[in-house]
Every structure is written in C-alpha cells, then in structure tokens.
C-alpha cells in the first residue's frame, strides 16, 4: 500500500514557459534554439523496464514527445498503458468530422493485429485514413499478413447482426496513430477531463495514476512516463506534478518529457535540471513513423494540413532525437 503522507506536492512554477511569453518568429511559429549540447547527453537506457504507464495530458502528447521511446520498449515487448487525460485535443486540431461518418471500430485492443518489425526497412509515401485503417500501409510496408483482418463473417446470419455502434472520434485517431507509430499493443484509459483542466483535478489525476500503478504485479519493472512539471503548460505541469507524487508514494520510476520547455528553454536555462537530460537518438524511419502517426491522428479527427497552424510547440526535441529528464 501505498504512504501519501510523506510526498509533497511539488511547488507549482511560474516561469518563461507560460504562454505569453513564448518567443516567436516573423511566420508566428514558435522558435526553437538550435543548440548542439544535446548531442552530448548520455543515452536514455529503461533495460529493466517491462511495462510503461504514459500519463498524457492531451492525445497525440505522447506521440510527438516520446513515440521513439514507445516504440523502442514495444520493440522489446514491454507492455505499454496509455493514460489520456483530457478528451479533446482542442489546441492541435479542429472539430471531429460530421456524425455518421463510418469508419469502423476505433478501440485500440489488447490483441492488436498488426505485427510490425521495428527493424525492417521503411518506405513510407503518402497515405490516406481509409488506407491506414483499411491496413494498406502495412501492405505497402509489408507487415500485414496474408491472413489479415476479417471484414466480417460470412457465415454469420445477417438477421442476427447487431447495429454498428458510433466510432468514437478519439478512438479511431488513437487507433490510426499507434498502428502508424508500428505500436501493436497498447492499453489505453480515459479520465475525460476537459481541455485545460487538468490542474483543477489534480486530486483525481493521481487518483487515476495509482489504480493503473498500485495493482502492477511487477512494479520493479515499472516505468511512467509523464511531462516535466516545469514545462510551462498548466496541464503539463499539473500531470507532471501527479505523476510525481504517484511515484514517490509507490517507489517506481519516472521518467519525464519537455514539451512546451523547447519554444523557452536554452542550454544556459537554470529552470530546467539539464544534469538529469538523456537522449535517445532516432533513425530516419522511427522518424518517419512519428509523422505518419502524428498526421493520421489529425486525418482522424478531420484535420488536414490547416492543423499545423493551430499546433503548439510540436513537443519534439532539436534534432533527431528525444529528451527525458531521469
């Protein structure tokens, strides 16, 4: 069981990272420094890592910060829980495509059917949602088995058919994103919060945090993996400031990602605790992957290239490589 008396709550921050003061250029893009220390930092090594909780305050979080490592730890089999904190990604993307548009069931399942070789070659070009849901990029990438998924069941009695249920928007983009990504098996849980209210129930995020954590059977195995809390973003910091208080009560550890941190923070930036930054490097094809998945997810809530405007910072390091504070 779990002792919450002792753990403080971290000190909440008010820094240059807030968004009045996010440096811009000319464009209204945020501007990230291009700084090469990072290349110096030792690598991020989870070799004891069996299973990662990701708490992520908005989707597509987790994807844009960390889908490199998600995909590494898939690769070795480490199980992979997907906390998603608020139920619409209002500040990435516009309104979800009009009601009965089919496209299929979005739950992400705990038997994914699509295998993918972490180590294979990569030739991704330019796709559609119909061809991604419809598994033809993984034709193309030659992943998917001849076998493949079954549309339906030809011996079923078409009296018995039920109705097909609405897709939920956010299923169907979470789904389109880790199959892009190349994450076959991914437990997702909703806590439903609005956009931006993440700091008003903060009780209830490490509520949410220790019923995922606290029933691990091999919690030495145990990783979660949240934003810093000095991000600079109010939902960012206050998952942060969760999932720390979650760790410190269970003993399990954290390992956080900078997101809104990049448009601010500078090699010279006392705020952040650079003495605990690890990297790890990205292929050209992991790359590739994180675009795919980042733009299937917008294609999924009907956001085509207009989208990118509206983005914040895109949560991804300089370089080709992702950062974690240990």
Known sequence: MADFEGVALPVDRAGPGHAGDLPRGATGHVVRPPWQELE???????????????????????????????????????EVDVLSLTERPTRTCPSPPVEGDAVGDGRVRADGPFPVDPDAPDPLTSFTLEDLLAGRLDDQLGHLDEGG??????????????????????????EAAYRALGLTVVRRHRLGLP???????????VGAISEIVGFA????????????????????EAAGRAAEVVTAAYRVRLVRWLDRAWSWAGPDSDEVPWRRARQIVLSDTVIARKHAASEAFSAALGAGGAAHDLELPDGSAPGPREVFLV
């Open 217 to 236: 059977e091999d919690p030495s195995g145990l990783c979660v993996l949240a934003p810093w809390s000095g991000d600079g973003d109010d939902d960012h």
């Open 40 to 78: 110096t930092l030792r690598p991020l090594t989870l070799r004891s890592c069996r299973r990662i909780v990701v708490v992520a305050p908005h989707p597509r979080d987790e994807i844009r910060a960390a889908g490199g490592l998600l995909r590494r730890l898939a690769s070795r089999h480490a």
């Open 149 to 174: 998924a079954d549309d339906g069941d030809d011996d079923a009695d078409p009296g018995a058919a039920a109705a097909p249920e609405a897709a939920d928007p956010d299923e169907v983009a979470a």
């Open 195 to 205: 956009d931006g209210g993440v700091a008003a129930a903060e009780a209830d995020v």
